[in-house]
């Protein structure tokens, strides 16, 4: 079972991680994952990313997701 501390250190090995690379890599359910991100933003551990102000810069051009990406990304606060 994956806890709250694999979590954060996912998300620190990768800089920011989506809930998709938190699940393949932790071989863990999404609801799970998912109410672990929200504990860990509750204690102040991580943050979300803006992904709005992600898509107004020249870097997301390359971007599959640049069209459609609404889904959360987190970062080590």
């Known amino acids: ?5 694999q979590i954060r ?4 090995l990768y800089g920011q991680a989506d809930i998709d690379l ?3 890599h932790s071989h863990a359910p ?9 504990k860990l933003v509750a204690m102040g551990k ?4 803006d992904v709005s102000a992600c898509l107004t810069s020249t870097s997301c051009k390359g971007c599959p ?13």
């Not at 991580?46 to 990313?49: A, F, I, M, S, Y």
């Not at 997701?65 to 606060?77: G, Q, V």
């Open 30 to 38: 999404q609801p799970m994952v998912q109410a672990m991100l929200e």
């Open 1 to 5: 079972m994956v806890s709250l501390l």
């Open 65 to 77: 997701e640049s069209t459609a990406c609404s889904h959360p990304i987190y970062k080590i606060k």
């Open 9 to 12: 250190d996912l998300i620190a």
């Open 46 to 49: 991580l943050e979300k990313v």
């Open 22 to 24: 938190l699940c393949k």
